[in-house]
């Protein structure tokens, strides 16, 4: 059975408002965010905002992960990658709406280019999902992995005292890595050397951006 039994014009139209609340930021989860269970820490006024620079670096990411995940379960082929695509892209719904919500606790802002970073994954997504599943899962598989090590990153650089913002970039980090190994399971290829450092090169450019703007 399909496990989307809308026709093709309300899946379209579904997707689309996924896609604006990615942008806007107002998307909504299904998880409370693990935050929440944390005290909100006295920060200076650096410490702040460097956190919220790099939430909204994150944020991007998950922008990213919804064109992506949205790019490929349209054109996935298996039932079961499908399913397992969708799985992953509404707990990547989490992620966007955790992010936003520690953005504005700590006085920050989304990305200005958000619909900028959406249009360039959807077209990556689309692309990879239309080379076939093993590929398709083969480039979801190192996103995962490169986002995994970034959010590795940005746990030694935020404040250690912000401990509300690092259990929402750990638990990100963990969904990550299930998100890696589910690709895996699903039959991922292994990606050329080249592109996967083409892939770092552009998230480098996309984290430098999205810290700033
Ligand atoms: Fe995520
Ligand atoms: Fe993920």
């Known amino acids: 059975m399909d496990p989307d039994p809308r026709n093709p014009i309300d899946r379209l139209i579904g997707e689309f408002d996924r896609a604006l609340r990615a942008v ?3 998307a909504s989860a299904a998880r409370p965010s693990p935050g929440q269970a944390k005290p909100e820490a006295e920060l200076g006024e650096q410490d702040r905002a460097h956190a919220a620079a790099l939430m909204r670096v994150n ?10 995940y949205q790019g490929q379960a349209l054109t996935a ?31 920050g802002r989304p990305s200005l280019l958000n619909p900028v970073w959406f249009a360039g994954s959807f077209a990556i997504g689309a692309v990879a999902g239309a080379l076939g599943d093993r590929w398709n899962l083969a480039f979801l598989a190192e996103t995962e992995r490169q986002v995994e090590q970034h959010l590795a990153g940005h746990l030694e650089s935020l404040p250690s005292a912000d401990e509300r913002t690092r259990a929402v970039v750990e638990e990100m980090r963990s969904d990550e890595a299930k ?15 080249t592109v996967r450092t083409a892939m770092r090169l552009a998230s480098k450019v996309m984290t430098t951006i999205a810290y700033r703007i």
């Open 59 to 68: 944020h991007v990411g998950e922008v990213c992960a919804q064109a992506l």
């Open 179 to 193: 998100h890696r190994e589910t690709a895996q399971r699903l039959g991922a290829a292994e990606l050329p050397a």
């Open 77 to 107: 082929r298996d039932r079961g990658a499908k399913a397992a695509l969708e799985q992953a892209a509404r707990e990547e719904q989490d992620h966007l709406a955790w992010s936003a919500e520690r953005i504005r606790e700590l006085g």
């Open 24 to 26: 806007a930021g107002v």
